[in-house]
């Protein structure tokens, strides 16, 4: 009777998917001696970051290394992008799996031997290149992955679509780019992707540990420009002056009232935030104009109207209450990071076996924005969250992302190689049996 009670135990480990998988415990074995591999990889792009639609040495670095395992490769994709194709020996889904490439203009301070030394000019500002979000973890991880599924060919059931994509934090000024450009040029088809995957490393999440959550997870992003044009005046006389550079302060306390008094914010959270102001070039001039740049975040699409009504109205009133005019453009740029909830109830338990069920967590919704909601858009995806937290310190103590001393662990690449590579195998498995959540059901 014990007998027979093992025996189906591990027939029906096998047949779901756990430890006594063959291909998994293979793909396991290669993820722990690619690993080293990675990390090489990793601070390779580290210490040679590019921009977004610039990013040449990269792509390179990428396409032959895929060409190396015999996949078929594209570039050129979305200006800089990378596509390759997986054919496994078996029938199966066609599953897209998506890392971003580009850094960030932001000049590194952390003391590492392989810190960026990149600069360049962005907007005007000569500045520092860094990958101050991990991208290059990212590259990294995607480029392991491919190594380890195209090893176990022969075995692994569907097509695999690895997708390396540029411009993740914004094209350059004039220019089409990142998710949004790639959709727009069929990434998404010939073959038609069935599911898409995606993860980011998080310096504030503990190694060892994923965190996801289904339905929306990141914010939607829009990013606005106030002109605020007065009237010069010499710095000794103000009365003669419409003053922009007051005007504009104006502006900057009057629109906090639009999350705090026009949000509903039981809905979901919001921000409005200027992340710059320029105007004036010398101490005892009153300038004519007055230039402010930002960013809108929302959880809630009702509220996206909300604000964008009350951003213009507030600062064209304000404006005109000083006798001068704000010129007010919004650009709507990416939508929700939103992870379809029933393949993310279907997939959790591949992350639970790879990390601990105690170690998959499920997070708050966060105002950061991602494009990669431009693929979920289209095709059901998967989004989630690596720890990548520096041993030792609080998460208060952690740099946060897009700052000069912002870092990641190495520690949890060997977790996400073997994420991505169970949830591929799990998911063809589920889709094999009719159970998948797919694109067009």
Known sequence: MKYAILISFLSFSAIAGGPTDPLKTEMDKRAKEVE??????????????????????????????????????????????????????????????????????????????????????????????????????????????????????????????????????????????GAALMVKEGVLENPKVNVIFGLHLNAQTPIGQIKYRPGGTMAAVDFFSVKVRGKQSHGAYPWLSVDPIVTAAQIVNNIQTIVSRKVELTNGAAVVTVGAIHGGIRQNIIPEEVDMIGTIRYLDSPAQQVIHDNLKQIAEKTAESQGAKADVKIDVMYPVTYNDPALTDQMVPSLEEVA??????????????????????????????????????????????????FYIDEGGFELGLRSFCHLVVDYAAKFNQGKAVTAGH
């Not at 990793?42 to 639609?53: A, C, I, K, S, V």
């Not at 101050?132 to 995607?142: E, K, N, S, W």
Request: charged share 25%; aromatic share 6%.
């Open 36 to 177: 080293q591999k990675v990390v090489r990889w990793r601070r390779d792009f580290h210490e040679n970051p590019e921009l977004g639609n610039r990013e040449f040495r990269t792509a390179e670095k990428i396409a032959a290394h895929l060409k190396s395992l015999g996949l078929d490769v594209k570039t050129g994709v979305a200006k800089t992008g990378v596509v390759a194709l997986l054919k496994g020996g078996k029938p199966g889904p066609v599953i897209a799996l998506r890392a971003d490439m580009d850094g960030l203009p932001v000049t590194e301070r952390v003391d590492i031997p392989f810190a960026s030394k990149v600069t360049t000019e962005y907007n005007g500002q000569k500045t520092g290149v860094m990958h101050a979000c991990g991208h290059d973890g990212h590259v990294a991880i995607l480029m392991g992955v491919a190594e380890i599924l195209a090893s176990v060919k022969k075995d692994l059931p569907g097509t695999i679509k690895f997708i390396f994509q540029p411009a993740e934090e914004g094209a350059p000024k004039g220019e089409e780019g």
């Open 356 to 405: 601990g069920k105690e170690n998959v967590l499920l997070t708050p919704a966060v105002t950061g924005a991602e494009d990669f909601s431009f693929f979920q858009q289209k095709v059901p995806g998967l989004f989630f969250f690596l720890g990548g937290a520096p041993k030792n310190k609080t998460v208060r103590e952690t740099a946060p992302h897009h700052t000069p001393d």
